[in-house]
Nanobody
Framework: QLQAFGGGPVQAGGSLRLSCAGS????????CGWYRQAPGKQRELVAR???????DYADSVKGRFSISRNNAKNTLDLQMNSLKPDDTAVYFC?????????WGQGTQVTVSS
């Protein structure tokens, strides 16, 4: 199971760092990412990191968000800077491991203007 944490309320322009942890090594060597779902909208990819370490981002977060994998701590992190009200959503971590998708339970990020 994956556990995401680090969300909360923040003012526009502020920063948050999300982390996702799981038992064993759910991220090392696997493609994993962060997704988000705003009320009334579909879940969308925010950022992804491949097993080899290459990353890609949604256009809306490029230059503001940074995804990383901490192999020592077995976490998947998302550094979010210059937050905007449009970033308000529930954020989910994901890993594609051994042919299956695993999801965290989600953490709420609320950005106020």
């Amino acid at each position: 199971q994956l556990q995401a944490f680090g969300g909360g309320p923040v003012q526009a322009g502020g920063s948050l760092r999300l982390s996702c942890a799981g038992s064993g090594s759910p991220f090392r060597g696997y493609t994993c990412g962060w997704y988000r779902q705003a009320p009334g909208k579909q879940r969308e990819l925010v950022a992804r990191i491949s097993g080899g370490g290459s990353t890609d981002y949604a256009d809306s977060v490029k230059g503001r968000f940074s995804i990383s994998r901490n192999n020592a701590k077995n976490t998947l992190d998302l550094q979010m800077n210059s937050l905007k009200p449009d970033d308000t959503a529930v954020y989910f971590c994901n890993t594609f491991m051994l042919g299956r998708n695993f999801w965290g339970q989600g953490t709420q990020v609320t950005v106020s203007s």
